[in-house]
């Protein structure tokens, strides 16, 4: 639950940082911040994002919103500086959560950004509707857990929990790979362009669709690139090798299967979930856990895995020895799934509609 008269500090007061302020700020928190540039610290508290300058030592939350390179030694500044729950934002997970060794840390990624750029572009509904993936890990606190998702999901952010390793594997996929495709598109077109004067004024709705990332600032990319090299590399090995396929499709007049393809694409396009049911569509999922390393991270993760979306969690625990209950908040139209894989792996849940 979020702290009464609650306080952050944010480092890092850019698109993301300085959005993550106005949103808190507009819900009553007090928010001060971090950052190398004093006259961005000083254009934060002139558009009200900021209360004040510097870490705040009665903070409940940090937030490390720094290039992805940074984020390590910014996550151990904060810790040492303040009791807070700390967080980060970055693109990659697996080399900032082996980098930092504190229970009060939960690595976080907000899967949401803006062609516009820097504090100037900061929105206090930039979150809102985006996917922000969790990534717990055996020694997360689960009490610093809830809180960092209590107050994502309060920002209107819809959480999801997987493994560091998985996250940067699926992002490769869905956000680092789409980003470079798009670059080297739209420089294939430039190039392109130079030969065939007006190319550029051909671009149609499609195009300008396709390419709309590449126009995000190149800044952070280098360092995301190299963060997650391995599963980047695979995933453009991958896209090649469809990429072949439709070739080959193409030059061999090979109508019925660049059909097969093409409808392929279009049902997996149209079949991409869609955020939120209504209050009375829910269902509480009742596990019952013992207070161990890992517990948490295990039934969160495993939601993923089996695609089932939490939409709250609450943690009650046992009067009586180390024991406590984790209620979930799911779709209940996906309760029995879950329950299924949680009773695969171990656990005795139990579930009510609240509808």
Same mark, same amino acid.
């Given at each position: 639950m979020?702290? !009464?008269?609650? =306080?952050?500090? /944010?480092?890092?007061i850019g698109l993301?940082?300085?959005?993550? @302020?106005?949103?808190?700020?507009?819900?009553?928190?007090?928010?001060?911040?971090?950052d190398p540039e004093p006259v961005r610290l000083a254009r934060a508290q002139e558009l009200g994002a900021i209360d004040a300058e510097g %870490?705040?030592? &009665? $903070?409940?939350?940090? %937030?490390?919103?720094?290039?992805?390179?940074? /984020?390590? !030694?910014?996550?151990?500044? $904060?810790? $040492?500086?303040?009791?807070a729950v700390v967080t980060d934002v970055g693109g990659v997970k697996a080399t900032v959560v082996d980098a930092v060794d504190s229970a009060r840390f939960v690595g976080g990624h907000p899967m949401a950004? #803006?062609?516009? &750029?820097?504090?100037?572009?900061? !929105?206090?509904?930039l979150f809102d509707g985006a996917v922000w993936v969790l990534t717990p890990v055996e020694d997360t606190d689960p009490e610093a857990f809830?809180?960092?998702? #209590?107050?994502?999901?309060?920002?209107? @952010?819809?959480?999801? &929990?997987?493994?560091?390793? =998985?996250?940067?594997?699926?992002v490769a996929v869905v956000s680092h790979v789409p980003h470079l495709t798009a670059a080297a598109l739209m420089s294939l077109a430039a190039g392109r362009a130079e030969e065939q004067a007006g190319l550029l004024r051909?671009?149609?709705?499609? %195009? =300008?669709?396709?390419?709309?990332?590449?126009?995000?600032?190149?800044? /952070?990319?280098p360092d995301v690139c190299v963060a997650n090299r391995h599963a980047i590399v695979g995933a453009v090995d991958d896209l090649v090798t469809a990429l072949g396929g439709l070739r080959d499709r193409i030059d061999n007049e090979d109508r019925l299967g660049l059909f097969e393809i093409l409808a392929d694409a279009r049902a997996a396009r149209n079949s991409l979930p869609t955020r939120a049911v209504r209050p009375g569509d829910l269902a509480e999922v009742r596990v019952p856990i013992t207070d161990r390393p890992g517990e948490l991270a295990t039934i969160t993760t495993l939601s993923t895995e089996v695609e089932v979306n /939490? +939409?709250?969690?609450?943690?009650?625990? !046992?009067? &009586?020895?180390?024991?406590?209950?984790?209620?979930?908040?799911?779709?209940?139209?996906?309760?029995?799934?879950?329950?299924?894989?949680?009773?695969?792996?171990? +656990?005795?849940? #139990?579930?009510n509609p609240l509808g």
């Open positions: 979020t702290p !009464s008269n609650p =306080r952050a500090t /944010i480092v890092g993301i940082g300085g959005s993550l @302020a106005l949103a808190l700020r507009e819900r009553g928190w007090r928010v001060s911040a971090v %870490f705040d030592p &009665e $903070a409940d939350v940090v %937030f490390v919103a720094t290039p992805v390179g940074q /984020i390590p !030694s910014a996550v151990a500044e $904060a810790l $040492a500086a303040t009791d950004g #803006s062609e516009q &750029e820097g504090l100037e572009g900061a !929105s206090a509904d809830t809180l960092v998702r #209590s107050i994502v999901t309060s920002l209107g @952010a819809e959480v999801v &929990e997987v493994a560091p390793e =998985r996250h940067d594997q699926l051909l671009a149609a709705g499609g %195009f =300008r669709d396709m390419t709309r990332i590449a126009s995000g600032h190149p800044g /952070i990319w /939490i +939409y709250d969690i609450e943690i009650d625990h !046992s009067a &009586e020895g180390p024991k406590g209950v984790l209620v979930l908040i799911v779709d209940a139209r996906l309760a029995e799934r879950l329950v299924g894989g949680l009773m695969a792996n171990g +656990y005795r849940p #139990s579930w």
